[in-house]
Nanobody, 126 residues
């Protein structure tokens, strides 16, 4: 079965950190660019970050620049999103998505991905 599975979400206090993982099964991630998206209740889906096939290029939404870092380990078929200095407004369900095209600085408005994960909840609250 071809799928992406996110993990690593949870409840964290403001200023805390979490690392999300996105693991592929049934296909090799090195053929795909990866996007991270999030959706909070009552809000539209928002692009958070993306990373190219090799990991040499990355992009971030302005709201997370300097706090979030995306990386990948193609040997482990895994992509990571390290989230530091978390804020209450980061609370959302986070999704990873895999697609053949790296969209670069237009990633936040492009949703043409082949595979989507089921999402992992991140809650930032004191």
């Amino acid at each position: 079965q071809l799928q992406l599975v996110e993990s690593g979400g949870g409840l964290v206090q403001p200023g805390g950190s979490l690392r999300l993982s996105c693991i592929a099964s049934g296909f090799r991630l090195n053929y795909y660019a990866i996007g991270w998206f999030r959706q909070a209740p009552g809000k539209e889906r928002e692009g958070v970050s993306c990373i190219s096939h090799s990991g040499s290029s990355t992009n971030y939404a302005d709201s997370v620049k300097g706090r979030f870092t995306v990386s990948r380990d193609n040997a482990q078929n895994t992509v990571y999103l390290q989230m530091n200095n978390l804020k209450p407004e980061d609370t959302a369900v986070y999704y990873c998505a895999a697609g053949p095209i790296y969209y670069g600085d237009t990633f936040a408005t492009r949703y043409e991905y082949d595979y989507w994960g089921q999402g992992t909840q991140v809650t930032v609250s004191s």
